[in-house]
């Protein structure tokens, strides 16, 4: 029982972490991203 408490603790430091950053990211501008998504693709 104590493994399932602990990893439930890794998962929930995880997510605080990894949200606000993927937030943040989403705010900039996801045209930016996209436009040099395809850039990149037409180049190859």
């Known amino acids: 029982m ?3 408490i602990g990893l439930g603790i ?3 430091l995880a997510l605080l972490l990894l ?3 993927k937030l943040r ?3 900039k501008k996801p045209e ?3 436009d040099r998504f395809f850039e ?3 180049e190859e």
Do not use: A
Request: charged residues 45%; neutral net charge; glycine residues 0%.
């Open 2 to 4: 104590e493994f399932y």
């Open 10 to 12: 890794v998962v929930v």
């Open 19 to 21: 949200v606000p950053t």
């Open 25 to 27: 990211k989403m705010r």
């Open 32 to 34: 930016d991203d996209l």
């Open 40 to 42: 990149e693709k037409k």
